[in-house]
Nanobody, 128 residues
Framework: VQLVESGGGLVQTGGSLRLSCAASGFTFDDVAIGWFRQAPGKEREGVSCITSSDDSTYYVDSVKGRFTISSDNAKNTVYLQVNSLKPEDTAVYYC??????????????????????WGQGTQVTVSS
């Protein structure tokens, strides 16, 4: 099982990126994919989550209206479109997979320990 993130980079305030999480070794039949981020000196924070069973999506309040999570099940890839970036969005962004799913997507957004697999992360840096 492998999760590989890509798409991070350095952008100016107000810029956009599309982060990708390519999964291999399992199918998207019953999985919750979450995006988390961790800035230096801060705790890991759940940003967004999508559940394959019903394509429900969940966001932390600080990114609602700016970030969009989506899934391409044929490609086993989940995307996180990040728009209107702010310096406080600067962090390493990780994707994680929980399979099979036992809880609601909202639970997975705030409980990183429920995830079975994690990617290596991709750096997002927003300059002011």
């Amino acid at each position: 099982v492998q999760l590989v993130e890509s798409g991070g980079g350095l952008v100016q305030t107000g810029g956009s990126l599309r982060l990708s999480c390519a999964a291999s070794g399992f199918t998207f039949d019953d999985v919750a994919i979450g995006w988390f981020r961790q800035a230096p000196g801060k705790e890991r924070e759940g940003v967004s989550c999508i559940t394959s069973s019903d394509d429900s999506t969940y966001y932390v309040d600080s990114v609602k209206g700016r970030f969009t999570i989506s899934s391409d099940n044929a490609k086993n890839t989940v995307y996180l479109q990040v728009n209107s970036l702010k310096p406080e969005d600067t962090a390493v962004y990780y994707c994680a997979a929980a399979t099979p799913t036992l809880y609601s997507g909202r639970w997975y957004l705030t409980h990183p320990r429920e995830y079975n697999y994690w990617g290596q992360g991709t750096q997002v840096t927003v300059s002011s």
